[in-house]
């Protein structure tokens, strides 16, 4: 195995090379063949209930990050296990010396929220919506619902533990050229709402704590980015398709599994947005193959990786050249400052793994993860912008005994971290001798990622002692199977039928709007394709450029069409009137007319103007194009046609 190159941004690109990275844009389905790429989804669903999942407490209440009142503090510490163990995710919690606090409010929380309580009955308005989804998505209905713990230790669940029961196992959807199979549906409770986590002090908001959520979880099925979004708009469809879940910002969310061939499942938390899942997927299995080309550097430079060590000294600052801006500030923060040196690492710091992210940055976020020092937390030998100066590295190579192979960290932060902040570099050097290490990454719209905490083991799921099964009734299930929305595949079926077109879908279908097409199809006789573009271009387009309006909902499109029915309008004139129609949903449907200034007319008083105007376009002639002269004297017309006479027809008589 060729040793990288000494140069930081050509080696960059050299290791970029070496793995065969292509932009998203660009890659094919041979490209993630050869890279084995492999993913599944776990996606998230509050519901709309009146109440939260295992107390009285409302749902979907929520309060301002400053609006509290009681702040209730704790520190989490590791437990052994019944088998003797330490679970992995706590020991690294436990690390960080975190000091949780939680922001909790009278109107939203309740003593079970803060593991003063035990819980109430299962709320079964939610347990209903459950089964509802489960059987929609073809799972099998479970005979008793059993509630179990599944662990939480980053705190975001003052319990240590999230209370959840499967509802429905094995089931499928349908994509368009693929089926996914599913695992399993649960229903449980949400975490609480971060608000900083800064240091070593992370705060929650206990507004959404409890609320009730659906997860619905799919085998590893999907073989590109493209069908991983394909598969969690479907399942956002298809819950949404119900009625019966929340919306809005944070209502769904997605954690996307991730891996390559020879790599391991790494868990990319909290999607909030499917647009973004792929590059997130892409990125991530590429970096994964980025990080077993490391793994193949170190272990032909390395004979016994098993033994490998780094070395570390303290040192003053005033032990390097101080002029250089970067080694002066480190002189002034008062921080202890130490420097690492990286047996056989030249070149690894500076390797691909991420667009504009290298191996160096692993190190960092952990630092910024585990031992709590905020960024920036080190310096290395193979940043692009070199801000030390080659003397002072060669005075750090000198201390540290380096050998050519050798790479350097300057690192430094408060006395009380270093000691962690030391581990964790070493841990993650180490890590890299065996490859992908298991753990949960966080998300940013760029399509990049980072170290958010170890991954949880398999055995954190245990048996909730404070809670008795609940037993389902067959017959009660069969009634609800009757009852069941139009799933998904199906009304993309009928829009494809309709002859709507695929760039309205996802408009239509997120935000549940196929019952109010049906409804202006079956009562007002108007095509599914006009009603589609209406409210996925130009509705879509007011709600982006003006944002939600109070009193504004999509029924109001069907009065709307209601009315220029029984005025015997042509609907064309709905596109106009919508805009104020959107900004002021309290007017009536005539001042709307007059607001937009229309006058009416008959098609005799309109086409009588179309012999002067022709004569008149002879005489300037605009354009030699084919067609010039029609659309130039629609344009003259227009205006006084809207909503007189069809546009088409009268096109056809120009």
Partial sequence: MKRPTLDPLLNYEETRQAIGYVPRKEATQKDYERIGFMSGLEVHQQLKTKEKLFCHCPAGIFQKPDEFDAEVIRHMRPTLSELGEYDG?????????????????????????????????LNREALD?????????KLMIVGEVHITRKQYLDGSIPTGFQRTAIIGVEGEIQLRNKKIRLIQLSLEEDSCREVSDIGHQRIYRTDRLGMPLIETVTYPDFKNPDEVKEGADYIRFLNRSTEKVATGIGSTRADVNVSCKGGTRVEI?????NRWMPELTH?????????????EILNVGVQKPGSWKM?????????LVTEVPMVSKMASNGYPVYIINLPQFQGILSHFLQPEKTFADELTNRLKVIACIEKPNMLHSEMFEDSVGEENWQKIRNMLDAGEEDAQVILWGPEADIPTALETVEERCQMAFSGVPNETRKSFEDGTTIFERVLPGADRMYPDTDTAPIPLVDAVIDE??????VVTFDRITQLLSWNVPEDTFTYILKNNLMPLIEKVMDNLGIPAKFTANLLAHKLNHMERQLGPVPGFAADKVYELLAFLKSKKMDFAIAKKMLWVVYRHPEMDFESVLTEVNFKEASL??????IPSLVKEYQEIKTSAKDGAGVSWIMGQLRKSALGNVSLKELRELI
């Fill in 283 to 295: 990125n991530e299995a590429f970096r994964q193959f980025a990080l077993l080309h490391i793994r």
């Fill in 89 to 121: 995710t706590a020991l690294m919690e436990f690390k960080t010396r975190k000091e949780i606090v939680y922001r909790i409010s009278n109107k939203t929380a309740c003593t079970y929220d803060i593991d003063d309580t035990p819980p109430f009955p």
């Fill in 269 to 273: 938390k909290g999607v909030a947005h």
């Fill in 604 to 609: 005799e008083e309109i086409t009588k103007m």
């Fill in 480 to 485: 609800m199977a009757k009852r069941l929305p």
């Fill in 311 to 319: 070395n570390s000294i303290k040192i003053s600052a005033e032990d």
């Fill in 129 to 137: 919506i459950a089964i509802e989804i489960s059987l929609m998505s």
